[in-house]
């Protein structure tokens, strides 16, 4: 029997297709002279048939009351085009590479100014706040067992002598959960090298020396803003 589509994604099924076809807009150069795959309209499709089998295996996480739902939307059509090229022998290294630098201009469609705004909410009290909030309702029995596949994470304060402005430890990631679930975990560091770009276009930067993909206890997030004059270049 086939897996339904969970009504909160269905609601933004139109908007994650559109971005899924801009993607591979975006990758198609690289895909042909670097992948070595001439059939890019056959590809295309394929990738698109299977975000349609990750959409359905989405798990739901709270909808828009849930910051983790937006980070599900946005990056796990990353795992159908991983699936997709690694059935077609593309090797991992040449999918990551293809991946971060699809996203990365797909990010830098974005205006600057609403880039960068958008990072300084981000960084803002009020969202340090919520994220503290999230945080402390991610770790409850309750909610775990109400959301098995969402994440599970800490705010960090700094300490005195630290030089970040606040942090995230992630002790249980939806991602891997996804991976381990359906036979993705080779795809993960691919999908974990997305998150520098995704900050620094907005003009943050992320310092991660762990992940759980990688075999630690937790990803250690740790957030700070960019000089003024430093530019993310396309």
């Given at each position: 029997?086939?897996?339904?589509?969970?009504?909160?994604?269905?609601?933004?099924?139109?908007?994650?297709?559109?971005a899924?076809?801009?993607?591979?807009?975006?990758?198609?150069?690289?895909?042909?002279?670097?992948?070595?795959?001439?059939?890019?309209?056959?590809?295309?499709?394929?990738?698109?048939?299977?975000?349609?089998?990750?959409?359905?295996?989405?798990?739901?996480?709270?909808?828009?009351?849930?910051?983790?739902?937006?980070?599900?939307?946005?990056?796990?059509?990353?795992?159908?085009?991983?699936?997709?090229?690694?059935?077609?022998?593309?090797?991992?290294p040449?999918?990551?590479?293809?991946?971060?630098?699809?996203?990365?201009?797909?990010?830098?469609?974005?205006?600057?100014?609403?880039?960068?705004?958008?990072?300084?909410q981000?960084?803002?009290?009020?969202?340090?706040?919520l994220l503290?909030?999230?945080?402390?309702?991610?770790?409850?029995?309750?909610?775990?067992?109400?959301?098995?596949?969402?994440?599970?994470?800490?705010?960090?304060?700094?300490?005195?002598?630290?030089?970040?402005?606040?942090?995230?430890?992630?002790?249980?990631?939806?991602?891997?959960?996804?991976?381990?679930?359906?036979?993705?975990?080779?795809?993960?560091?691919?999908?974990?090298?997305?998150?520098?770009?995704?900050?620094?276009?907005?003009?943050?930067?992320?310092?991660?020396?762990?992940?759980?993909?990688?075999?630690?206890?937790?990803?250690?997030?740790?957030?700070?803003?960019?000089?003024?004059?430093?530019?993310?270049?396309?």
């Amino acid at each position: 029997m086939a897996e339904i589509v969970h009504p909160f994604y269905e609601a933004h099924r139109g908007a994650m297709e559109s971005a899924m076809r801009h993607r591979l807009d975006l990758a198609e150069a690289m895909l042909r002279e670097r992948a070595d795959l001439p059939e890019i309209d056959a590809i295309r499709q394929e990738v698109m048939d299977e975000f349609a089998v990750v959409l359905a295996q989405m798990p739901y996480v709270g909808g828009a009351a849930s910051r983790m739902s937006d980070f599900f939307m946005r990056l796990m059509g990353f795992m159908a085009i991983s699936r997709v090229l690694l059935r077609h022998g593309v090797p991992l290294p040449v999918i990551g590479d293809i991946e971060r630098e699809t996203y990365k201009a797909q990010l830098l469609t974005v205006p600057e100014a609403e880039r960068l705004a958008a990072g300084r909410q981000f960084m803002s009290p009020e969202n340090q706040h919520l994220l503290r909030e999230q945080a402390a309702r991610s770790t409850t029995k309750s909610h775990r067992d109400a959301f098995p596949g969402d994440f599970v994470y800490d705010f960090v304060e700094p300490g005195p002598n630290d030089h970040f402005e606040f942090g995230i430890n992630y002790r249980a990631c939806g991602f891997c959960k996804f991976a381990a679930r359906h036979g993705d975990k080779d795809i993960l560091p691919n999908i974990c090298g997305l998150d520098f770009d995704a900050y620094a276009t907005r003009g943050i930067r992320l310092e991660r020396t762990q992940t759980l993909a990688g075999g630690a206890s937790h990803c250690d997030f740790r957030f700070s803003r960019l000089a003024a004059d430093v530019k993310v270049e396309s």
